[in-house]
């Protein structure tokens, strides 16, 4: 009797480990952990995708598949929310604030000077748009010359006019060759279609479609990102 009650116990103990232990069906399809996820090049708790895992931001945005070959993910910045109004209330669209997105993480102008380039390289707004487009095709600056590249400064402290000039731009060289462009300058504008480039259109492509996958990403504090080699 003594040998059956110690049996007993055994097996109710090991079916009540069992159970303790038990992992859900589908407990690996969002990853409670941040080891595959982190984005090493932002700051904060993002999570990007890591293997065959989706990840999630805190506030539980998820993200789609990023594009082939390419690590991404969201996570949430206090305040970024109120940004993303401001800028398309100064006229921007969907795929501006894409643009904006990926290069910088407040969308703002909190870069070094001309983004460390100088001339025609040199960087300027929330989008980083080049003083050789800019002299190019904005109203604004068309005519300058190249050596009075620190002219571009004025659209670090003009949201409006910063659009403005995108818009000029885009619209006078068409997307495809704007794309080049913005990526590598007037290398980018003479052969658009590099793999490099493609890919930078990609990253700005796959932003677009999360913000437009739910209103709310239009006016939250999510960031998505996608990591794009810097050049």
């Not at 460390?116 to 300027?124: G, Q, S, T, V, Y």
């Not at 300058?144 to 003009?158: D, I, V």
């Not at 495809?176 to 462009?181: D, I, K, L, N, Y």
């Amino acid at each position: 009797m003594r040998r059956l009650s110690a049996i007993m116990v055994t097996l109710v103990l090991a079916l009540a480990g069992t159970t303790l232990f038990a992992v859900p069906a589908g407990a690996n399809s969002i990853r409670d952990d941040h080891s595959d996820c982190a984005d090493g090049n932002s700051v904060g708790d993002g999570w990007g995708r890591g293997n065959d895992y989706y990840c999630t931001a805190p506030d539980d945005v998820v993200t789609a598949a990023c594009p082939s070959g390419m690590r991404c993910g969201s996570y949430s910045i206090s305040g970024l929310g109120s940004r993303k109004q401001q800028v398309r209330n100064a006229g921007a669209n969907v795929l501006d604030l894409a643009v904006a997105m990926l290069e910088t993480e407040r969308m703002d102008t909190n870069y070094p000077y001309g983004d460390n380039k100088r001339d025609d390289a040199a960087n300027f707004g929330i989008f980083k748009q080049n003083w050789y487009m800019l002299r190019s095709k904005c109203d604004r600056f068309r005519g300058q010359t190249t050596s009075q590249w620190n002219n571009g400064a004025a659209l670090n402290s003009n949201l409006s006019a910063d659009i403005s000039c995108l818009h000029q731009s885009q619209n006078a060289y068409g997307m495809t060759v704007w794309f080049g462009g913005h990526r590598n300058g007037q290398t980018g504008i003479n052969n658009p279609n590099t793999s490099d480039i493609n890919g930078y259109k990609t990253a700005v492509h796959w932003i677009r479609d999360q913000l437009n996958s739910n209103s709310a990403n239009l006016s939250n504090d999510t960031r998505f990102w996608v990591d794009v080699r810097p050049i």
